[in-house]
């Protein structure tokens, strides 16, 4: 008989997959607890609370689908939608499946150590002041990709008097930047979505820019009442087709080359889907990520577009990037570039000359003094991988995964990492995770290893784990499949780029949602191949 304390399976998270985990794992009869470290469920949704938090997925794609009657019954109010209503979208959720009673908030998983004598996990967590120790089966981790922090140590920092927040972990109560002059540092996707609604209330808003960032309109609206109710007359159907995509989106797409075409029907095209918007933008052809002077095609385009939205030209040539166009995640703006006319808004350029240190009133640059109240990090995520490394989880022999993972993440199927047995990650590093719309993603990992959990209780075996060999042939997989593409070739966080001295190793799968799930259901075909079952 199991005690309060001993569980068929942990769960550490409650975002979207925690959630999703635990309602497939009580389904099928499992004793499971989750752990969550926020006051809050809804992981990535409830941290990061920062002005004009937004998804760049279609709200009504953005969604579960395991459950018609949710899907038919909630009521996204935009075309993309807010973290306010994708919070309580989740509470929702939480609320009707009645998922909070197996929810332990305010508990920060700190390690979770594999037993071999007795082939369970020690789970250790710090709960309100104090700390206790579970075990279980299985420890799952639906810790999210973009959870961890990271936030730059800049010389001088301790000295600065003002305050400092950062976009990943915003004051829940909000800020208040009414007659207040802010310093941001970042113009990745969170500053591109903050930066205009902080510089409306900011008396003085100074954008400190290392590298700039393509970003495409949302031309976000509320949503058509038509238009939802086609939706969700043939929900299953978009679901089909978004399967069928290798990003698990449905959307409009090209399947012929930039270069196939003349330049006046290239620009009319980039026109159509620059006026549809978002990341659509880049299924104008079917090669702006694997030819080069295909994409430049479409970087001109949007650098002509940065450059007519912006009147001062030297600030549009420094918003203007000289890179290539998805090679860091493409970001969706509302009146981001516009924002650059407000005369109350300035552009700093790092990226020759880098913040020097802090002072107690701003930072300097090249020797020159910017002073502000309010210092905004916009430095974004130790990405991937940093939710994982910074638990202490030790496998086989005492090992641990950070030490594993020193050199770069090592999956199997993003699911499993050798040596560490009865752990499943949820979207983990070598899944299409980030590349693939999340909450699509979640569905399919869950509903896998539910079922491979099934097997293992109807076949009497009790641990499961990756085969080195195959975890050796899926990581050169994913290898492989980044080196086709452009995403590859600049220094982004999906090649751990915002970390200082981390190796440069494509962390997600890039071959495509439909050939990773195909390869899933032909390991679980083949009972479990790659895996050792005893």
Known sequence: MKSEQDFDAVVVGAGFAGLYMLHRLRSEGYKVRVFEAGDGIGGTWYWNRYPGARCDIESMQYSYQFSEELQQDWEWQEKYATQPEILRYAEHVADRFDLRRDIQLGSRVTAAVFDESTARWNIDIESGGGSQQVTAKFCLMAVGCLSTTNKPDFAGLEEYRGAVYHTGEWPHEGVDFAGKRVGIIGTGSSAMQSIPVIAEQAAHLTVFQRTPNFGVPAWNAPHDPAAVRAVKADYAGLRARAKARPTGVDFP?????????????RREIYEEFWNRGGLTFLGAFDDLLLDEAANETAAAFVREKIREKVTDAEVAELLAPKTIIGCKRLCVDSGYYETYNRPNVTLVDVSETPIE???????TVAGKLYEFDAAVFATGFDAM????????????????????????????LG????????????????????LASMIQAIEQQVDWIIDCMDYMGKEGLTVIEAEVADEDAWVQTVNDAAAGSLRSTCSSWYLGGSIPGRPRVFMPYIGGFPVYVEKCDNVAAAAYEGLRLT
């Open 253 to 265: 797409f090209n399947e012929f080359s930039a270069l196939s075409v003349s330049d006046a029907k």
């Open 357 to 363: 240190a802090f002072t107690a009133t701003g930072l």
């Open 385 to 412: 991988i940093g939710s994982f490394t910074r638990i202490d989880i030790r496998g086989r022999g005492g090992l641990p995964l950070r030490e594993k993972w020193e050199a770069g993440p090592r999956t199997y």
């Open 415 to 434: 699911l499993f990492t050798a040596g560490f047995p009865n752990l499943f990650m949820i979207t983990g590093p070598g899944s299409p995770s980030v």
